[in-house]
T-cell receptor, first 116, second 115 residues
Framework: GAGVSQSPSNKVTEKGKDVELRCDPI?????LYWYRQRLGQGLEFLIY????????KSGLPSDRFSAERTGESVSTLTIQRTQQEDSAVYLC??????????????FGPGTRLTVL | QKEVEQDPGPLSVPEGAIVSLNCTYSNSAFQYFMWYRQYSRKGPELLMYTYSSGNKEDGRFTAQVDKSSKYISLFIRDSQPSDSATYLCAMSVGAGGTSYGKLTFGQGTILTVHP
């Protein structure tokens, strides 16, 4: 599998439950990004991991959202006490460092989260 | 006001038509400009990637950037039904800027090319 993979592809949960979404980046990609896409909208940046640097968490909408990444591999996005407004497609992307030029981001298929 | 505004469409054109998709932006620090194509229930796929002002052509696709007007465009020539998708513009600041690598997206334009 050469591309970014995400699991699960679909997740239906009840309001108030916690959910965990997983992203497997392209092997060798040092950077990993999470975005949220609400229905009919563009992508909204959530968080960015680059190597061993501190992650850029500036896009996380509330403290119910958190993400972790182990080294340069898998990342998990956790949403605690889910709310109906959290319903969206959560997209992960990864990229290589292009030495000063903005990196090309390759996206996974997303996880469609529905909060009832 | 959003940092990036994209004509929402939707656009419906006949096969063979020339399509013009547009975005404006307010952040003068943006230096890298991208267009992504997103098919239904799929992740975005990178189409075009340009740096600073100018034109870039790739087959039937041409990307234009006018930094003085803070305006970017994507032109699709000889449009095909397989071009039917949502098109998203995206931008980022250069190296050394805050949030380097983070993309800011427009809201997307739905394009339908009918045979």
């Amino acid at each position: 599998g050469a591309g970014v993979s995400q699991s699960p592809s679909n997740k239906v949960t009840e309001k108030g439950k916690d959910v965990e979404l997983r992203c497997d980046p392209i092997s060798g990609h040092t950077a990993l990004y999470w975005y949220r896409q609400r229905l009919g909208q563009g992508l909204e940046f959530l968080i960015y991991f680059q190597g061993n640097s501190a992650p850029d968490k500036s896009g996380l909408p509330s403290d119910r959202f958190s993400a972790e990444r182990t080294g340069e591999s898998v990342s998990t996005l956790t949403i605690q006490r889910t709310q109906q407004e959290d319903s969206a497609v959560y997209l992960c992307a990864s990229s290589v460092d292009l030495g000063g030029r903005t990196p090309l981001q390759f996206f996974g298929p997303g996880t469609r989260l529905t909060v009832l | 006001q959003k940092e990036v505004e994209q004509d929402p469409g939707p656009l419906s054109v006949p096969e063979g038509a020339i399509v013009s998709l547009n975005c404006t932006y307010s952040n003068s620090a943006f230096q890298y400009f991208m267009w992504y194509r997103q098919y239904s229930r799929k992740g975005p796929e990178l189409l075009m990637y340009t740096y600073s002002s100018g034109n870039k052509e790739d087959g039937r696709f041409t990307a234009q950037v006018d930094k003085s007007s803070k305006y970017i465009s994507l032109f699709i020539r000889d449009s095909q039904p397989s071009d039917s998708a949502t098109y998203l513009c995206a931008m980022s600041v250069g190296a050394g800027g805050t949030s380097y690598g983070k993309l800011t997206f427009g809201q997307g334009t739905i394009l339908t090319v009918h045979p």
